[in-house]
């Protein structure tokens, strides 16, 4: 199934830990972004019944339509949606995740990278979506930038030099980051 320009979660993982198939995965879920509703719209999310969701979200003026989104997706008792500040929120999160999908405030990119990098598995997978902003990114010597496109350089460039992640620059739609753990 595809899914805006990528295969469906269920599908992103080519290696599971070692003895581990990657069918046996319960897929536990982090969003960082409201990208989910999308995702339960077109049903391709991928989770297991033992699976797990954890949604958060900033904007509560939200909350009754994404409550709906999880009621009709059928995964409702799956899905912990958290209203607030993901910064605040993360670090208080258990356990470890398959996925992580970021698409949330572009200047919190690295923070929120570093925030959730030890709450995923060996094997799993972060997302980051909009990392080519469109082409902003490829910024020519002397030119002034914006602080969210010099935040999304400065992430694109924290995740290629970082040792615990292997990485691939995705260019679909606006770009995304994908990074699996080592």
């Known amino acids: 199934q595809i899914l805006m320009g990528f295969p469906s979660f269920h599908h992103i993982f080519h290696q599971a830990p070692q003895g581990m198939n990657a069918k046996d995965l319960s897929m536990n879920f982090l969003t960082i972004s409201m990208v989910i509703c999308r995702i339960l719209e077109k049903k391709t999310l991928g989770l297991k019944p ?14 009754t339509m994404v409550r709906g989104f999880f009621e009709e ?5 799956q899905i912990d949606y958290r209203l607030g500040n993901a910064r605040k929120i993360i670090p208080t999160l258990e356990g470890l995740f398959d996925l992580v999908f970021i698409d949330a405030d572009k200047f919190y990119y690295s923070e929120y990278f570093d925030l959730v990098i030890d709450k995923v598995r060996t094997g799993g997978i972060i997302l980051a979506d909009n990392v080519l902003w469109s082409g902003k990114i490829l910024v020519e010597e002397g030119k002034k930038i914006d602080k969210d496109t010099k935040a999304l350089i400065d992430f694109n460039n924290k995740v290629q030099n ?12 606006d770009g995304v980051l994908m990074a699996r753990k080592l």
Do not use: F
Not at 50 to 63: A, F, H, P, V, W
Not at 162 to 173: G, K, M, S, T
């Open 50 to 63: 033992d699976g797990k969701l954890i949604t958060l979200d900033i904007n509560d003026e939200l909350e």
């Open 73 to 77: 997706s059928g995964l409702a008792s």
């Open 162 to 173: 970082d040792q615990r992640v292997e990485n691939v620059l995705l260019p679909i739609r």
